[in-house]
Antibody
Framework: QVQLQQWGAGLLKPSETLSLTCAVS????????WSWIRQPPGKGLEWIGE???????NYNPSLKSRVSISIDTSQNHFSLKLNSVSAADTAVYYC?????????????WGQGSLVIVSS | SSGLTQDPEVAVALGQTVKITCQGD??????ASWYQQRPGRAPVVVIL???KRPAGIPSRVSGSRLGDTASLTITAAQAEDEADYYC???????????FGPGTRVTVL
């Protein structure tokens, strides 16, 4: 059964760069779409963006100017970078597998990483 | 990408039926999935492709989609159904993924 294990810095100062990595184990890395989703405290889910095996990406327009998602098929992991963070970026960040490009669903999730942005 | 709307919260008596709806033009051309999220936990998919249940999801959970509205119905609600529920789909016009704002279900 596929599992996602994510890690990265949990406390950032304003203007720094958020960096998270998600490792895929127990299943195939190819043929799926790999996404990042975040959830500010007490709020709903926000899709950040996705990457496909060939490195093709899609981003939420509200974050597109600051976000980069990359994939490393040799290491079976994918990564998120969000630059120039502010307090508004404080959230739990999840990595997730999107099973089918058109209909999904997000069938496997990482454990979540709380990222706090504070001076 | 246009959005999805959901009622913020709904209450249901133990053992009764609750229906949650998700509305948006993008649903006319997209399949919906639904996620249950309990406090402090990652979301779990409970419905995919509008009406399919993943393994392990009880049959009292069902989904449907008609026009611009997707629905999630829980019959004979149990205490463990108390959670936040999010609808989701991919917008076929711009390929972006969209979540609804979520519905908090309280079981009385």
């Amino acid at each position: 059964q596929v599992q996602l294990q994510q890690w990265g810095a949990g406390l950032l100062k304003p203007s720094e760069t958020l960096s998270l990595t998600c490792a895929v184990s127990g299943g195939s890395f190819s043929g799926y779409v790999w996404s990042w989703i975040r959830q500010p405290p007490g709020k709903g889910l926000e899709w950040i963006g996705e990457v496909h095996q060939g490195g093709v990406t899609n981003y939420n327009p509200s974050l597109k100017s600051r976000v980069s998602i990359s994939i490393d098929t040799s290491q079976n992991h994918f990564s998120l970078k969000l630059n120039s963070v502010s307090a508004a970026d404080t959230a739990v960040y999840y990595c997730a597998r999107y099973y089918d490009y058109w209909s999904g669903p997000f069938d496997t999730w990482g454990q979540g990483s709380l990222v706090i942005v504070s001076s | 990408s246009s959005g999805l709307t959901q009622d913020p919260e709904v209450a249901v008596a133990l053992g009764q039926t609750v229906k949650i709806t998700c509305q948006g033009d993008i649903l006319r051309l997209s399949h919906a999935s639904w996620y249950q999220q309990r406090p402090g936990r990652a979301p779990v998919v409970v419905i995919l492709d509008d009406s399919k249940r993943p393994a392990g999801i009880p049959s009292r959970v069902s989904g449907s989609r008609l026009g611009d509205t997707a629905s999630l119905t829980i019959t004979a609600a149990q205490a463990e159904d108390e959670a936040d529920y999010y609808c989701h789909c991919r917008d076929t016009s711009d390929h972006l993924l969209v979540f609804g704002p979520g519905t908090r279900v309280t079981v009385l």
